[in-house]
T-cell receptor, first 113, second 116 residues
């Protein structure tokens, strides 16, 4: 069965330092991959998506992710964290016959002043 | 960009009553909508896939008679929690796909259900 693994349940960084949120997928074929962000008690917002075009994907709010097939990874990065980046981040893959999403367990990002 | 709304955003009800949650795609037609449930501090769990004009496809372990899903038009899907109990209290989120099942999904803001 397909699965998405987010390697860290919680990441804490200082404001202005780089952010790295790790994600590994399991599909053997070229998947569609997404990163979503969820602020407390809010719905999800799409940060970026990979659909087999460029391997380096740029998203909103300065985030980007690189698709590495050899490592089955799709890590999310940002050069400089802002306080407003504190949220839960989900790495997601499309799967199933109807294209439903397979979610990682999420990574909570804390940003210290 | 594509916008999905949910109504209500928050509902509190008594045990044994039924609650209906609406999910609307505001600026696009959604042939497929998905309903997710999120328990506190956990990831989202897909409950069912809703295709316009046909019966919903439920995930294993989700009671179709308890969670009634209707997708009567290309812009509206509803989830009705029947005879709600406290264990049904959760955050329910819908998403809509604008060009087919495997395309980008846009999420609603979620509905917080509390059953007393």
């Amino acid at each position: 069965a397909q699965s998405v693994t987010q390697l860290d349940s919680h990441v804490s960084v200082s404001e202005g330092t780089p952010v790295l949120l790790r994600c590994n997928y399991s599909s053997s074929y070229s998947p569609s991959l997404f990163w979503y962000v969820q602020h407390p008690n809010k719905g999800l917002q799409l940060l970026l998506k990979y659909t087999s075009a460029a391997t380096l994907v740029k998203g909103i709010n300065g985030f980007e992710a690189e698709f590495k097939k050899s490592e089955t990874s799709f890590h999310l990065t940002k050069p400089s964290a802002h306080m407003s980046d504190a949220a839960e981040y989900f790495c997601v893959e499309t799967g199933g016959s109807q294209g439903n999403l397979i979610f990682g367990k999420g990574t909570k990002l804390s940003v210290k002043p | 960009g594509a916008v999905v709304s949910q109504h209500p955003s928050r509902v509190i009800c008594k045990s044994g009553t039924s609650v209906k949650i609406e999910c609307r795609s505001l600026d696009f037609q959604a042939t497929t909508m998905f309903w997710y449930r999120q328990f506190p501090k956990q990831s989202l769990m897909l409950m069912a896939t809703s295709n316009e004009g046909s019966k919903a496809t439920y995930e294993q372990g989700v009671e179709k008679d308890k969670f009634l899903i209707n997708h009567a038009s290309l812009t509206l899907s509803t989830l009705t929690v029947t005879s709600a109990h406290p264990e049904d209290s959760s955050f329910y989120i819908c998403s809509a796909s604008d060009r087919g099942p495997a395309d980008t999904q846009y999420f609603g803001p979620g509905t917080r259900l509390t059953v007393l």
